[in-house]
């Protein structure tokens, strides 16, 4: 079973999005969920992390005070809210879950991914 993505679309400079992850069927009882995104001809970027079991999260800078990564453990579900996009944020939106409990920035640490969902800011 997949992670499933959602909550992408078109938005203005300065706007806001929430993104969410869920697995049904699966739960998120332990280890690390992190967001990535992915813009044409780059590389998959971490942008958010968190440790399901602690709650403690960590995010680069380029994202660092404009995006919250949040657990919500009664719906299973991992969500991405991003205030203040710029355009330099427009990618493909990835969610993913890691075995591992320390937060990792590399995409090669996660073994489940979802689908991806377009985020898509305007100047």
């Known amino acids: 079973v997949q992670l499933q993505a959602s909550g992408g679309g078109l938005v203005q400079a300065g706007g806001s999005l929430t993104l969410s992850c869920a697995a049904p069927?699966?739960?998120?009882?332990?280890?690390?969920m992190g967001w990535f995104r992915q813009a044409p001809g780059k590389e998959r970027e971490f942008v958010a992390g968190?440790?399901?079991?602690?709650?403690?999260?960590h995010y680069p800078d380029s994202v660092k005070g404009r995006f919250t990564i949040l657990r919500d453990s009664a719906k299973n579900t991992v969500n991405l809210r991003m205030n203040n996009l710029k355009p330099e944020d427009t990618a493909l939106y990835y969610c993913?879950?890691?075995?591992?409990?320390?937060?990792?920035?590399?995409?090669?640490?996660?073994?489940?991914w979802g689908q991806g969902t377009l985020v898509t800011v305007s100047s």
């Open positions: 993913a879950r890691s075995r591992l409990e320390v937060i990792n920035t590399t995409p090669e640490r996660y073994y489940l």
């Open positions: 968190i440790n399901w079991r602690t709650g403690s999260t």
């Open positions: 069927g699966r739960t998120f009882s332990s280890y690390t």
